[in-house]
């Protein structure tokens, strides 16, 4: 069974640019979060979908960002216009319906940004 | 302040050694507690979860005490391959996990 896949694994892009990274869920699971670690600090909580449906955008951290999940697949994480504190890693993870517990939630292998 | 707590490290130990991580979090209503695992450039991944009782997987043993609101993770025999990042992590009761920024360890020959 695939895991979740993320793309692209590594993008580079100049600062006032967009990028939009994807993420593709396993197959089945309504849950899908988006996270992100920039230098020197913690793994920190973006938002949570329950299909296709905002469930917590509260770690979002300003309107350059936009997730979106059509249909409730995959998701697109865009960043427009990407600024120099936006490196960093971003991971996508997904988990089935239910209370949440950590051997229940899959990570992707993240999605490694440089704005240069 | 942090929501939860880590010493950074890194801690250098040889081969063979016993190890202790200390993590500390800041919501009492906290409810679900877990120690992940993240090598250099992947993804972190589930190492064991934390209950009350204390818990045991091999060479791991986790430790919870919520009145102080502090968790441990033990690491006894040290390998080459526990060389990684070692990330405290909670469930505030949401919908989502609240990362500490990990504790650096580095085992040696």
């Known amino acids: 069974e695939a895991g979740v896949t993320q793309f692209p694994s590594h993008s580079v892009i100049e600062k006032g640019q967009t990028v939009t990274l994807r993420c593709d869920p396993i197959?089945?699971?309504?849950?899908l979060y988006w996270y992100r670690r920039v230098m020197g600090k913690e793994i920190k909580f973006l938002l949570h979908?329950?299909?296709?449906?905002?469930?917590?955008e509260s770690g979002m951290p300003n309107n350059r960002f936009l997730a979106e999940r059509t249909g409730g697949t995959y998701s697109t994480l865009k960043v427009q216009p990407a600024e120099l504190e936006d490196s960093g890693v971003y991971f996508c993870a997904s988990s089935q319906l239910g209370q949440i517990s950590g051997n229940t939630i899959y990570f992707g292998e993240g999605s490694w940004l440089t704005v240069v | 302040r942090k929501e939860v707590e880590q010493d950074p490290g890194p801690f250098n130990v040889p081969e063979g050694a016993t190890v202790a991580f200390n993590c500390t979090y800041s919501?009492?209503?906290?409810?679900?507690f877990f120690w992940y695992r993240q090598d250099c450039r992947k993804e972190p991944k589930l190492l064991m979860s934390?209950?009350?009782s204390g818990n045991e997987d091999g060479r791991f043993t986790a430790q919870l005490n919520r009145a102080s609101q502090y968790i441990s993770l033990l690491i006894r025999d040290s390998k080459l391959s526990d060389s990684a990042t070692y990330l405290c992590?909670?469930?505030?009761?949401?919908?989502?996990?609240?990362f500490g920024t990990g504790t650096r360890l580095l085992v040696s020959p």
């Open positions: 992590v909670v469930t505030p009761g949401f919908q989502k996990l609240v």
């Open positions: 979908f329950v299909k296709e449906s905002k469930q917590d």
């Open positions: 197959s089945g699971h309504d849950n």
């Open positions: 919501n009492s209503a906290s409810q679900s």
């Open positions: 934390v209950y009350s």
